[in-house]
């Protein structure tokens, strides 16, 4: 049972415009949610997480949509430069004492120059 | 500052072995996070420990153990190796636990014959 999905398993955008990845998930006691990148033959790099109290949360070009009706995240990237180009997970985590990260399977952003 | 290390970084196990895995938290990260990701199954988490003891656990048979020393170093042990143990082994490091930004080491390919 996936209860993190990312349904896109590749994007591809050119160098300048918007990225969109994005998220669903299952489990509505999730109540943080993070986005990690990761690069081959290293490990993931956390981006930005947002708390589910809020449904915005920007840094720099990176912005993380919330829509907690929808069991939905998504991520936005603008303006995407070619060294974005990696695989990006979305995780989410429920509050109190399981706070254990669940991810998704990742979607591998490219970015054309 | 350091990152996360992990050793060995490529092992080879024949089935029925068992394996031992290290890493080293960033300095001052009492908290470490064990992760397995595959092609199939994505990113899971494995355990956490923090202060010598285990706070989370994923759903991982009893294979799977871990254990945290007094400077915060961890290691992972898996006995019995299957061959559906073959993924690639992160472990993350943050200050505290919980569910907020963790620091990835670059992983132990772990291959199983």
């Known amino acids: 049972d996936q209860q993190v999905k990312q349904n896109s398993p590749s994007l591809s955008v050119q160098e300048g415009r918007i990225s969109i990845l994005n998220c669903d998930y299952t489990?509505?006691?999730?109540?943080?949610f993070l986005w990690y990148k990761k690069y081959p033959a290293e490990g993931p790099t956390f981006l930005i997480s947002?708390?589910?109290?809020?449904d915005k949360n920007e840094d720099g070009r990176f912005t993380v949509f919330l829509n907690k009706s929808a069991k939905h995240l998504s991520l936005h990237i603008v303006p995407s430069q070619p060294g974005d180009s990696a695989v990006y997970f979305c995780?989410?985590?429920?509050?109190?004492?399981?706070?254990?990260?669940?991810f998704g399977k990742g979607t591998l952003l490219t970015v054309n120059p | 500052k350091a990152g996360v290390t992990q050793t060995p970084r490529y092992l080879i196990k024949t089935r029925g072995q068992q394996v031992t895995l290290s890493c080293s938290p960033i300095?001052?990260?009492?908290?470490v996070s064990w992760y397995q990701q595959t092609p199939g199954q994505g990113l899971q988490f494995l355990f956490e420990?923090?202060?010598?003891?285990?706070?989370n656990k994923g759903n991982f048979p009893g294979r799977f153990s871990g254990r945290q020393f007094s400077n915060s170093r961890s290691e992972m042990n898996v006995s019995t190796l299957e061959l559906g143990d073959s993924a690639l082994y992160l472990c993350?490091?943050?200050?505290?636990?919980?569910?907020?930004?963790?620091?990835f080491g670059p992983g132990t390919r772990l291959t199983v014959t």
């Open positions: 993350a490091s943050s200050l505290n636990p919980g569910p907020y930004e963790q620091y």
């Open positions: 489990n509505s006691m999730f109540d943080y």
């Open positions: 947002i708390s589910s109290i809020k």
């Open positions: 995780a989410a985590s429920e509050g109190g004492s399981n706070y254990k990260l669940t």
């Open positions: 300095s001052g990260h009492r908290s």
């Open positions: 420990y923090f202060s010598e003891t285990q706070r």
